[in-house]
């Protein structure tokens, strides 16, 4: 009787593993903004002269259209943070998918800086990526960023421009700023 059991059970449980077996492998996907999305350590300037008090965190990632043309660029890297980096700023750009460049004309920011919507117009001049254009703190060989932006909620809206440059963050501890 035992044996029956033993045997029953075993052929349960072999039938068990056999369905429970996929032979198709999930395909994981890419993002249509793979490329470009990353975190970057950039410096902020007007006129060769620094704005920013050094290096602040940037990012860049797709839309929820998941389109390799848009691109979405925040300085407001921490949710639950008061404002952002620099500038409080969450934007959509339009993005050339083979020569990385990108801009934005007078576009409504999204940040939501202590979870009030903070909806400046952006715009943003001559931005490109450039693959393996850079170095990091350290010297490893990144990618680079650089874009001119420009405030609505600045002194005289749109009046000052900001020179934006910068490399891709390489998650090591040693190359962040």
Not at 76 to 100: E, L
Not at 122 to 128: C, E
Not at 140 to 155: A, G, L, N, P, R
Request: proline share 3%.
């Amino acid at each position: 009787m035992k044996k029956i059991l033993i045997g029953t059970f075993l052929a349960a449980f072999s039938g068990m593993v056999l369905l429970s077996c996929d032979s198709d492998d999930p395909s994981i996907g890419r993002t249509a903004g793979q490329e470009i999305a990353g975190e970057w350590w950039v410096t902020y300037s007007v006129d060769g002269e620094d704005a920013g008090g050094g290096y602040s965190e940037i990012i860049t990632s797709n839309t929820a259209a998941n389109v390799n043309t848009e691109m979405l660029l925040s300085d407001f890297v921490n949710p639950t943070a008061a404002g952002g980096n620099f500038w409080t700023y969450k934007i959509k750009t339009q993005i050339d998918p083979t020569s990385k460049k990108f801009s934005a004309d007078e576009v409504t920011s999204t940040a939501t800086p202590g979870g009030e919507l903070y909806d400046i117009k952006v715009n943003v001049l001559n931005g490109q990526i450039f693959i393996d254009g850079g170095k990091s703190r350290t010297g490893v060989k990144t990618d680079s960023i650089y874009f001119e932006i420009q405030f609505e909620d600045d002194t005289t809206p749109f009046a000052t421009t900001f020179v934006v440059q910068g490399h891709r963050r390489t998650g090591f501890t040693e190359d962040d700023f």
